[in-house]
Each structure stands twice: as C-alpha cells, then as structure tokens.
C-alpha cells in the first residue's frame, strides 16, 4: 500500500465521511448528511486518514484539552483496516490532548475486541441515557 496521508482538523465533506462510515461497518446516520455536518463541525479534534487523495478513515473527539476527551468516532474503510490505520488516528488524537487527559469512548459491540489491542482499558463504572434517533 502506497503512503497513508494524516490530516488534523481538515475539513471534509459530509458525503466523504458518511461513504467512510458505510465502508467501515460502522453504524451512524450516513442517510442524513446534515447531521453528519453537525457532528463535525462541532468537534474539537478531527483527524482524517487519505490515500491516493480519498478519505479513507476518520476519528472525531470532543475535549477540554485539560481532563477527559470523549473519542466519538473511528472508522477505517473495511479494505484498509489491519493496517494500522486506526491505532494512528488514535495516536495523534493522544498527541494532541497529552497524556493528562483521559480517552473514553462507547465501543460498538463488534468492536469491544479491538480497542484492548490499541491500548484501552475496559471499565465498568459507565452510564448511558441513550439517544432517541
């Protein structure tokens, strides 16, 4: 595989993201491109994976850059996962918020085997209230 270009905070078009979502596997609401919008245009970290000039992978957070980062999204087109893609994106998000700040995400359920191998601890002592849509 030719060079995997990494971008911090680079805009990206809805339409991309949401192509990267379906090709992950990765479940969001890929049918309504404004909220996809929304949801990043409101994030403070977005790192963004490229190859040969096409989105490829995203991981979006929402930080203090002091305490906790809540790591809302990660998703690599299925035919370049296992290449290590993932575990950079979640790299350069830790870079940016330093090893003071807590990383906490919500795993999807094929996902939870994953995130132990790049460095995350599983915890119990969460609580959800579900969104409605």
């Known amino acids: 595989m030719s060079v995997i270009e990494y971008r911090h905070n680079f805009p990206l078009a809805a339409a991309d993201v949401a192509a990267v979502f379906d090709a992950s596997g990765i479940r969001r609401p890929t049918n309504d491109l404004a909220r996809i919008e929304r949801m990043f245009a409101n994030a403070d970290l977005c790192l963004s994976a490229w190859h040969d000039g096409k989105l490829i992978g ?13 790591l809302s999204d990660l998703a690599v087109a299925k035919a370049y996962q296992k290449h290590g893609i993932g575990r950079e994106l979640i790299a350069r998000i830790r870079a940016a918020i330093s ?28 609580f959800i209230i579900k969104r409605s849509r």
């Open 58 to 70: 995203v991981c979006r957070a929402l930080t203090d850059f002091s305490y906790c980062c809540y």
């Open 99 to 126: 090893d003071e700040v807590a990383l906490i995400l919500l795993s999807a359920p094929d996902a939870m085997a994953y995130y132990p191998k790049v460095g995350f601890e599983k915890v119990e002592n969460g």
